[in-house]
């Protein structure tokens, strides 16, 4: 099993430019999420999913936008990038309907970068 | 709102016990997770409690109090591969929304 994958690992943007992650997971978990890593800071919650064709807004939603088309997939847009947005990006999925819903796997992480 | 504080820093030697304290605010609560961090990696997941007291893993504990709002993570034997960043989380409401704290840096020095 592959876990969590992302794509890309790394990106430097141009302000009002678009992009859009992609987050892969191969453990057929309900759950996925999307978090950014700012430095020195804890990951804050931007949107997330409890099931196939579902999203919901986390703590920081403003200029992100998030679609769930398959259940193992979940990906992040960003429409017009803007500076504030340069973090790292992490994906995580939880419960595969037997186990434990409150244990978080992530994916490797996208550096992206604003300029 | 929903708050979670934790000490930015904790530094302890090699071999000793060490505590990393969280205290957290929520409007709803399910439970507090333990997550773990080394530099430009990912979070992997420690440990869990929905319920007042304590959770053994090896040489990792988690400490619940549910009418203090409060937490610990006790690392023992420590050992230079647990310098690391160490974050606490909590399921709040709903059950799907985790709010991190801004984790605790661990050194371990020899």
């Known amino acids: 099993n592959a876990g969590v994958t992302q794509t890309p690992k790394f990106r430097v943007l141009k302000t009002g430019q678009s992009m859009t992650l992609l987050c892969a997971q191969d453990?057929?978990?309900?759950?996925m999420y999307w978090y950014r890593q700012d430095p020195g800071m804890g990951l804050r919650l931007i949107h997330y999913?409890?099931?196939?064709?579902?999203?919901a807004k986390g703590e920081v939603p403003d200029g992100y936008n998030v679609s769930r088309l398959k259940k193992q997939n979940f990906l992040l847009g960003l429409e017009s990038a803007a500076p504030s947005q340069t973090s790292v990006y992490f994906c995580?999925?939880?419960?595969?309907?037997?186990?434990?819903?409150?244990?978080?796997?992530f994916g490797p992480g996208t550096r992206l970068t604003v300029t | 709102g929903q708050s979670l504080e934790q000490p930015s820093e904790v530094t302890a030697v090699e071999g000793a016990i060490v505590q990393i304290n969280c205290t957290y605010q929520t409007s709803g609560f399910y439970g507090l997770s333990w997550y773990q961090q080394h530099d430009g990696g990912a979070p992997t997941f420690l440990s869990y409690n929905a319920l007042d007291g304590l959770e053994e893993t090896g040489r990792f504990s988690s400490f619940l109090s549910r009418s203090d709002s409060y937490g610990y993570l006790l690392l023992q034997e420590l050992q230079m591969k647990d310098s690391a960043s160490y974050f606490c989380?909590?399921?709040?409401?709903?059950?799907?929304?985790?709010?991190f704290g801004a984790g605790t840096r661990l050194f371990v020095k020899a």
């Open positions: 995580a999925s939880s419960y595969d309907g037997l186990g434990r819903t409150y244990e978080q796997y």
């Open positions: 453990m057929n978990h309900e759950y």
């Open positions: 999913s409890v099931g196939e064709g579902t999203t």
């Open positions: 989380a909590v399921r709040g409401t709903g059950g799907f929304k985790t709010i």
